[in-house]
């Protein structure tokens, strides 16, 4: 090599230095930019319908009433800024995304850019507000992703999930900041009751989704196919790496995708980009109204909030965004279980102090003999789920040969949510048993008419319904010391009414020690 050569050579590689430290110029990227190897792959994009379905269900959970109303007055009507930088060069969105990275690599392409473009420009309001919510939602985030050595940055992903509501409910039933659906959170040990959901928890639900995405990443050994099957199950990310011939990196298996995960992995990359950067596009975190300087009391009898609010003078609101795992204002527990009541840390001690005003408070009124009121039943006007604000219910009375999948699609509701408001279990209903329904107002008239007149007392209806069963469906059960119809009705999956009403039985002091009992058989 000539020693002009080398000259030559090495004013390339100072330029090329130069460059590599400062943000270039604009410049127009045909291609994807990955930030982990500076490879180039073909071009990634997602047409507007796939933005359209992101967007909707922004706007969705950002208009509901909780959200609207966690936010002090004075920051909710202001007007927004319409001074923002548009048109920015590529260069600078991939110098940004460089600078942002920690362990999961932020890819730059057309996909990427659309949806930094619908947070940064079309939903401006939307992004405000949860930049308000993450000063309080993310110290938890990180904290499980710290306990569990997982990259932090996965504290963006219920930006895309929930919009940092607790409370939000997809189309689909998924349910919370990580968006659960009710059998995966099931598996993750997540309790839901007709009192509790878990889901809505923002600690417990907070280390089940750190849990889980920890098993997917042990899977795939790869952070961008983890977080789509976080999205769409290991199952349909499996499905696309065998459509692909094998292929196992995500954007080589893109197009295999269920059209939404398609947008999923460029969605995270540019809420991880707004949240890093949104200064840049003049946007301002706005103030929630709840308080966020919280600490947490463990409660071992039934508590009502209204009873907390009353004694305490707390705002029933504020009390409802700390605490959205309970779904009917009710804390159900007992000294056998506690459960967390969070509270700004000015009341905790108050309520220390005042613990037995609080729990006495009305108490006849919320628990009659100190017991819980059946969440379905007529009497039952203080516990409607928050979740069916706006829809009317409805009892419907299962009949021999009713299944859950039969009523939901009767109603058009949706299995999970049929299960979910009236605490089904494995799809088990029995003959007589009313279920709660939440239909629109405008409905409720037309399903009314299309059920049959039936008897009042509840007791003819469990008997007709029970007497329609064959002899085949039963079986036999000898009473032991001690036994209740209600211990024998769960061991059986009946409810106590049943096993007195095909008894022929009146009362618990109708049992007899070896009285032989008709009762349903196992399945």
């Given at each position: 090599m000539t020693k002009k050569q080398t000259i030559i050579i090495a004013l390339?590689?100072?330029?090329?230095?130069?460059?590599?430290q400062a943000e270039p110029e604009l410049n127009n990227i045909e291609t994807a930019v990955l930030a982990d190897n500076d490879t180039v792959a073909p071009v990634i994009s997602v047409d507007e319908e796939e933005i359209s379905v992101f967007s909707a269900r922004l706007d969705s959970f950002s208009q509901s009433w909780e959200v609207k109303n966690a936010f002090r007055l004075d920051t909710l009507d202001y007007h927004l800024v319409d001074e923002y930088p548009k048109n920015i060069p590529d260069s600078?969105?991939?110098?940004?995304?460089?600078?942002?990275?920690q362990v999961i690599d932020l890819s730059y392409n057309p996909a990427v850019l659309s949806f930094i473009k619908m947070y940064t420009e079309r939903?401006?309001?939307q992004v405000e507000r949860m930049l308000g919510l993450s000063d309080y939602y993310f110290p938890m985030f990180e904290e499980f992703l710290d306990k569990h050595n997982m990259p932090l940055e996965l504290k963006y992903l219920p930006i895309i999930e929930s919009a940092l509501d607790p409370r939000a409910v997809s189309r689909a039933g998924a349910v919370g900041l990580w968006q659960f659906m009710f059998g995966t959170a099931k598996l993750l040990n997540l309790e839901i009751t007709s009192f509790v959901d878990e889901r809505r928890d923002p600690v417990k639900s907070s280390e089940a989704a750190v849990l889980?995405?920890?098993?997917?990443?042990?899977?795939?050994?790869?952070?961008?196919l983890a977080i789509a099957a976080y999205n769409c199950g290991p199952g349909n990310v499996d499905k696309a790496i065998r459509r692909s011939g094998g292929k196992t990196g995500y954007w080589e298996i893109y197009n295999f995708l269920p059209k939404e995960?398609?947008?999923?992995?460029?969605?995270?990359?540019?809420?991880?980009y707004v949240m890093n950067f949104y200064s840049e596009h003049n946007l301002t975190p706005r103030v929630p109204a709840m308080p966020t300087a919280v600490d947490t009391v463990m409660v071992n009898r039934y508590l009502h909030f209204d009873q907390i609010s009353s004694v305490l003078g707390f705002n029933h609101e504020n009390l409802k965004a700390l605490n959205p795992m309970?779904?009917?204002?009710?804390?159900?527990?007992?000294?056998?279980?506690?459960?967390?009541?969070?509270?700004?840390?000015?009341?905790?001690?108050?309520?220390?102090?005042?613990?037995?005003?609080?729990?006495?408070?009305?108490?006849?009124?919320?628990?009659?003999d100190n017991k819980l009121a059946g969440p379905v039943e007529k009497n039952a006007g203080?516990?409607?789920?928050?979740?069916?604000?706006?829809?009317?219910k409805i009892t419907y009375t299962v009949k021999s040969g009713d299944t859950v999948g039969g009523i939901a699609k009767k109603y058009h509701v949706s299995i999970n949510d049929l299960a979910y408001w009236n605490n089904i279990r494995k799809n088990m209903i029995r003959a007589g048993q009313k279920l709660a329904i939440y239909v629109p107002e405008k409905n409720k008239a037309k399903y009314e008419a299309s059920e049959p007149k039936t008897e009042n007392a509840s007791s003819a209806v469990v008997a007709a319904a029970v007497s329609s069963e064959t002899s085949d469906d039963f079986d036999y059960y000898t009473v032991k010391r001690g036994d209740t119809p209600g211990e024998i009705a769960r061991q059986f999956g009946m409810n106590p009414e049943d096993i007195m009403s095909l008894n022929g039985i009146?009362?618990?002091?109708?049992?007899?020690?070896?009285?032989?009992?008709?009762?349903?058989k196992k399945i």
């Open positions: 390339l590689f100072a330029v090329i230095n130069v460059f590599a600078i969105y991939v110098h940004r995304l460089q600078k942002a990275q939903k401006r309001d889980y995405l920890k098993k997917l990443f042990d899977i795939y050994n790869d952070w961008y995960t398609r947008g999923y992995v460029p969605l995270f990359i540019a809420a991880t309970y779904r009917r204002g009710v804390i159900p527990a007992t000294a056998e279980k506690s459960y967390p009541l969070v509270l700004p840390h000015d009341k905790v001690q108050e309520f220390i102090d005042k613990d037995s005003l609080v729990f006495a408070w009305e108490r006849s009124k919320y628990f009659p203080y516990f409607v789920p928050d979740d069916v604000k706006g829809k009317s009146s009362s618990d002091k109708g049992l007899q020690i070896g009285q032989k009992l008709k009762v349903r």
